[in-house]
Nanobody
């Protein structure tokens, strides 16, 4: 079992920044890739970013590339999503998720999920 606890998020104006954190406990965190997904009202859950177990590889959705940065600190069992130049269309509930070893952009392939955190970007 891997438990994921999210923090960060909130309300920000367009152009602003937020940082989300995803802290893990349980099984060896460094064995797991971590993905970030988001879900807006009435829409399906979509891929945002992912990072490999080592942190050596990162992946981004085209919609956030160049604005968001995913990183991890395995010593702290934590993954971060730095979100800059936020847009109103980034408004959603954001989830982190863990998948053994390799990253994926498909939410169905992730085993463990955080509780979700709301990000609201006002125009």
């Amino acid at each position: 079992q891997v438990q994921l606890v999210q923090s960060g998020g909130g309300l920000v104006q367009a152009g602003g920044s937020l940082r989300l954190s995803c802290a893990a406990s349980g099984r060896t965190f460094s064995n797991y890739a971590i993905g970030w997904f988001r879900q807006a009202p009435g829409k399906e859950r979509e891929f945002v970013a992912a990072i490999s177990w080592s942190g050596g590889s990162t992946y981004y959705a085209d919609s956030v590339k160049g604005r968001f940065t995913i990183s991890r600190d395995n010593a702290k069992n934590t993954v971060y999503l730095q979100m800059n130049s936020l847009k109103p269309e980034d408004t959603a509930v954001y989830y982190c998720a863990a998948r053994y070893y390799s990253a994926s952009s498909y939410h169905q392939e992730y085993e463990y999920w955080g509780q979700g955190t709301q990000v609201t970007v006002s125009s």
